[in-house]
């Protein structure tokens, strides 16, 4: 069902729980946590043997309460995963080399499809307006604002309107000079005739004196914008709307943050939202030429995938993504995950509105939801007609408010169509982000230990040649900016012997550094100029000399990676 419909709280876990039930050797459903209302965050871990801890990815979505198609695309992404563990090298509908498709099934997935379980809840049900989460724990609630109701009693709050000759709105006009039908409203214009609205959430008016009406805000009933609470650069409420009383102070993102604190093996993290049809990378607070060169060249490949496999646009969250110039947005997760847990981590917004309304690239690309035309809105009118089956503009109807006096409800909806794709879009929107981030997922490292040869020195003693090798694309560190974070951890080789002794070198735990992985990202290293390449960086010899007989036993890794056994016998 999630590729043609958004799933409630039972649909999804009626999925999550037939996925763990029918692949019990490699999939398994968990809690994150519990939600600020009481409900388990899901958690999908897909590997076998997942307390064996190696190379993982992360997949996350639906923070944002409304932007339940992440969900989809989560499931979708999972769904591939369990196909490829059964021995398909497919990603979303496309061929997957067998190589990645090798290295997929050496990694561990962890899927959270839906950090908000309250707040998607009460937008599938209700339509109300959440960002995150619908708790408002503030204790300065004595002031005037918007608290979301069923003001006719049809079981949603979606908007209302009301006639007012200094409202802002007016209703769109067709060639005949006509309002269209059903209306849509835009931003008024001198010329505009009238008659002019102003739009409110549906619902009451909190501590209201009877005269002076509150201003809307996203945040007006509920505190959270849950990508604002995470420990990455968190400031306060007065500076950062949406950020809560202190970083995790929401019971959802602390679960997140402790479980990526515990499980540092993580190396890649997808953020699902929407909308916009884009992929915003790291760095967001500062300029491109302050990132470090390969983290950025490695990005320019994830890029490359999205390109091919989307269309969508990929942008720098500090360029491109900011909604006030040089005011870089703080506590959201993806900075967290980039700069504190060392992962090649970034955001999606799915559903391309933008160039399904045939609106053309402009930079910065955030300015693409203020900036729109009366041409772009009646674009959007065809499309819910032609496209989304009507589910955006409805005719309003009269019902009576009982503070505002007569007003009107549930002309629009953007649930479905704007903040979502439309039911006929979402298999496709679902299938490109799989194809895409599955080949995103295959360039974890890769680390192994071989031994190369064995050799008698005489009657007593055996020289073992061993090597370590890292045949990932990334280092052992992850990013090359993670290198120094305290968890990226060098490998470690530990050494345990039966009934012989370790002649040379005299310790049973030898530190091994780091090894680097294959790739530099794209166009980064290397030029027709200076065609050559790096040494093997990638790799380490080490050679032990034993005296006695038995069997050794040796470990490598770290913490950052896993680790891998090796038995070699020496009788």
Not at 24 to 36: C, E, R, Y
Not at 115 to 139: C, F, H, M, Q, W
Not at 288 to 313: C, F, P, S
Request: charged share 20%; proline share 7%; net charge negative.
């Amino acid at each position: 069902m999630f590729r043609t419909k958004y799933l409630a709280f039972t649909e999804l876990n009626a999925q999550l729980s037939a996925w763990a039930q029918s692949y019990p050797d490699f999939v398994t459903l968990s809690s994150l946590g519990k939600s600020a209302e009481g409900r388990d965050i899901p958690l999908l871990t897909i590997g076998r043997n997942p307390d064996q801890y190696r190379p993982a990815v992360w997949i996350d979505a639906n923070m944002h309460a409304g932007e339940v198609c992440g969900t989809s695309v989560a499931l979708a992404i999972t769904e591939d995963v369990i196909a490829i563990y059964q021995g398909r090298n497919e990603a979303g509908g496309k061929p997957l080399p067998a190589h990645m498709a090798d290295a997929i099934r050496n990694t561990l997935f962890y899927v959270v499809p839906r950090v908000s379980p309250d707040g998607a809840e009460a937008i599938l049900k209700t339509g109300r307006y959440v960002r995150s989460s619908p708790v408002n724990d503030r204790t300065h609630q004595s002031h005037a604002y918007w608290e979301a109701s069923d003001v006719d009693g049809d079981g949603l709050m979606g908007y209302m309107r009301q006639q007012h000759p200094q409202g802002e709105l007016a209703e769109l006009r067709g060639d005949d000079g006509a309002p269209l039908t059903p209306p849509v409203m835009v931003p008024r214009l001198p010329e505009d005739p009238g008659p002019f609205y102003k739009l409110y959430p549906e619902g009451r008016i909190v501590n209201f004196d009877g005269k002076r009406i509150p201003d809307p805000h996203f945040l007006s009933d509920n505190l959270y914008d849950f990508n604002r609470n995470f420990a990455h650069d968190w400031k306060p409420q007065h500076v950062q709307e949406g950020a809560g009383h202190f970083p995790g102070s929401a019971p959802e993102t602390r679960a997140v943050m402790e479980f990526g604190i515990a499980h540092p093996h993580i190396f890649a993290w997808l953020n699902l939202h929407t909308f916009g049809g884009v992929l915003i990378r790291p760095l967001g607070d500062k300029a491109d030429n302050k990132m470090d060169q390969t983290d950025l060249a490695i990005y320019r490949q994830v890029e490359a995938w999205m390109t091919e496999h989307t269309g969508y646009a990929s942008v720098s969250g500090f360029h491109e993504f900011l909604y006030e110039p040089d005011q870089p947005l703080h506590g959201d997760l993806s900075d967290w995950a980039y700069h504190d847990r060392g992962c090649l981590a970034y955001v999606v917004e799915l559903w391309d509105l933008f160039a399904q309304l045939g609106i053309a690239r402009t930079k910065p690309f955030v300015d693409h939801y203020a900036k729109l035309d009366r041409k772009d809105f009646m674009a959007l009118w065809k499309m819910d007609r032609e496209v989304n089956q009507g589910r955006i503009f409805k005719n309003w109807r009269k019902t009576q408010h009982p503070q505002l006096g007569e007003v009107e409800v549930g002309g629009f909806d953007d649930r479905v169509g704007i903040s979502n794709p439309p039911y006929e879009k979402l298999a496709e929107t679902c299938a490109a982000q799989s194809a895409a981030f599955l080949r995103v997922a295959s360039l974890v490292p890769r680390v192994s230990l071989e031994v190369v040869r064995t050799e008698k020195l005489g009657d007593a003693h055996v020289r073992v040649e061993l090597r370590v090798i890292n045949r990932g694309y990334l280092g052992t560190y992850g990013l090359p900016s993670a290198r120094n974070l305290p968890h990226a951890e060098p490998l470690r080789l530990s050494i345990e012997r039966d009934n012989f002794k370790i002649v040379a070198p005299a310790e049973t735990i030898i530190d091994i550094g780091h090894l680097d992985g294959w790739g530099t990202g794209l166009h980064h290293g290397m030029s027709i100029f200076m065609p050559w390449t790096r040494g093997n960086v990638s790799e380490k010899t080490l050679t032990l000399v034993v005296q006695g007989e038995g069997a050794l036993h040796l470990k490598v890794g770290s913490c950052r990676v896993g680790w891998q056994t090796l038995v070699v016998p020496m009788s």
